[in-house]
């Protein structure tokens, strides 16, 4: 089955730091680029972070640059982002996407 | 920055066609842009019915289809079913990143 799996996420306090994870099945991981893309509560989806097939290109939005970083394991088929200095506007419900497919999402809560 | 329109809301009887789009602020849209459609209902993960333009992802019934039409990216729903009342969005990938739309809210009656 194609799927893509998160976890990782939970309470955190702001200052702190998570790791996310997302396994893949059922395709070629090391072919796409994959993306992290968040919602927080009520609002929109908005476009976290991307890496491309071999891990030798990263992009990030200007909100999370210099606190995000996003990598990846094609032998492990798993996707990562590493968060610190969370704040409170990062809770949300963070989902691993690529063209076509999306995880099911984890949800991170800043707060104290 | 660049800014993607969708209609906020659109009406559809059943049995009938309706077509969303979605435009760019930067221009005109292209397959390279890689237009997606995707519906979700709140509190679920969004689910990819079109991708690439025109390919249907797996398991979404062929009423649903998608194009270019003139310099939009487009979602047509052709016989609309009840369980289509849904929010619809778009997403472009572009610059090494995805645009997401606003949605657009359809209603079935």
């Known amino acids: 089955e194609v799927q893509l799996v998160e976890s990782g996420g939970g309470l955190v306090q702001p200052g702190g730091s998570l790791r996310l994870s997302c396994v893949v099945s059922g395709f070629t991981f090391s072919t796409y680029w994959m993306h992290w893309v968040r919602q927080a509560p009520g609002k929109g989806l908005v476009w976290v972070s991307r890496i491309n097939n071999d891990g030798s290109g990263t992009s990030y939005a200007d909100s999370v640059k210099g606190r995000f970083t996003i990598s990846r394991d094609n032998a492990k088929n798993t996707l990562y982002l590493q968060m610190n200095s969370l704040r409170a506007e990062d809770t949300a419900v963070y989902y691993c996407?690529?063209?076509?497919?999306w995880g099911q999402g984890t949800l991170v809560t800043v707060s104290s | 920055q660049t800014v993607v329109t969708q209609e906020p809301s659109f009406s559809v009887s059943p049995g009938g066609t309706v077509t969303l789009t979605c435009g760019l602020s930067s221009g005109s849209v292209s397959t390279s842009d890689y237009p997606s459609w995707y519906q979700q209902t709140p509190g679920q993960a969004p689910r990819t019915l079109i991708y690439?333009?025109?390919t249907r992802s797996s398991g979404v019934p062929d009423r649903f289809s998608g194009s270019i039409l003139g310099n939009k990216a487009a979602l047509t729903i052709t016989g609309a079913q009840a369980d289509d009342e849904s929010d619809y969005y778009c997403v472009f990938y572009m610059g090494g990143g995805m645009v997401f739309g606003g949605g657009t809210k359809l209603t079935v009656l």
């Open positions: 996407a690529r063209i076509g497919l």
């Open positions: 690439n333009t025109n």
